[in-house]
């Protein structure tokens, strides 16, 4: 069973830092490994999405890289603003079903 | 990206009653949908998987009899809370992936449903 864990479980930081956000499974055997971020009370937005044989993806402030090797992926977010608040979840597809870490809440303060 | 509309985006009940949960793809066609369910501050999990023209697939521990699932067309699928229980109250959401393309396996959700069983 694909066991997906993040680390740290929140983060609070000033506005303008660089945020990176740790993502780790343990099984290899992915088909892709996607980000999200999720609001209060709200639904899942996705960030990106790296397919297997892909070493990172990026779309503005943020980059993902994954080693699938050894398990990890880890999400960067450039100069942080407030409207960055929120908590972002890891998915790892196996088999066409995705099994979630349990998110880092962040906090990025004015 | 692709958009899947889910409602109610909340609903409280009275106990032992039913609840019905829709959700939508908006802009694609999806034979394969999946449902979540979400207790506060902890992950998604994956409840059951819902296949257009055939039965769910639910996940071992999940009540199929409890929550019932059906996935009448391409763009629709309803999660049928059954005699629901405060035990029951929780958050719920709905996924799906844009299958019009070839390796194209992104998943999007829907807004979620809080549902509140007094």
């Known amino acids: 069973k694909q066991e997906v864990t993040q680390i740290p479980a929140a983060l609070s930081v000033p506005e303008g830092e660089n945020l990176v956000l740790n993502c780790s499974f343990t099984?290899?055997?992915?088909?892709?490994l996607q980000w999200f971020r999720q609001d209060p009370g709200k639904g899942l937005t996705s960030l990106l999405l790296?397919?297997?044989?892909?070493r990172e993806q990026t779309s503005g402030r943020l980059n993902a890289s994954l080693d699938k090797s050894s398990g990890r992926s880890t999400l960067y977010i450039a100069a942080s603003q407030p409207g960055d608040s929120a908590t972002y979840l890891c998915?790892?597809?196996?088999?066409?079903?995705?099994?979630f870490g349990a998110g880092t809440t962040v906090t990025v303060r004015a | 990206g692709a958009v899947v509309s889910q409602h109610p985006s909340w609903v409280i009940c009275k106990s032992g009653t039913s609840v019905k949960i829709e959700c939508r793809s908006l802009?694609?066609?999806?034979?394969?949908m999946f449902w979540y369910r979400q207790f506060p501050k902890q992950s998604l999990m994956l409840m059951a998987t819902?296949?257009?023209?055939?039965?769910?697939?639910?996940e071992q521990g999940v009540e199929k009899d409890k929550f019932l699932i059906n996935h009448a067309s391409l763009t629709l699928s309803t999660l049928t809370v059954t005699s629901a229980h405060p035990e029951d109250s929780s958050f719920y959401i709905c996924?799906?992936?844009?299958?019009?393309?070839?390796?194209?396996?992104?998943?999007?959700f829907g807004q979620g449903t809080r549902l509140t069983v007094v």
């Open positions: 819902s296949n257009e023209g055939s039965k769910a697939t639910y």
């Open positions: 998915a790892v597809d196996n088999d066409y079903k995705l099994s």
């Open positions: 996924s799906a992936r844009d299958e019009g393309y070839t390796g194209n396996t992104e998943a999007f």
């Open positions: 099984d290899s055997a992915i088909y892709n």
């Open positions: 802009d694609f066609q999806a034979t394969t």
């Open positions: 790296i397919q297997s044989s892909q």
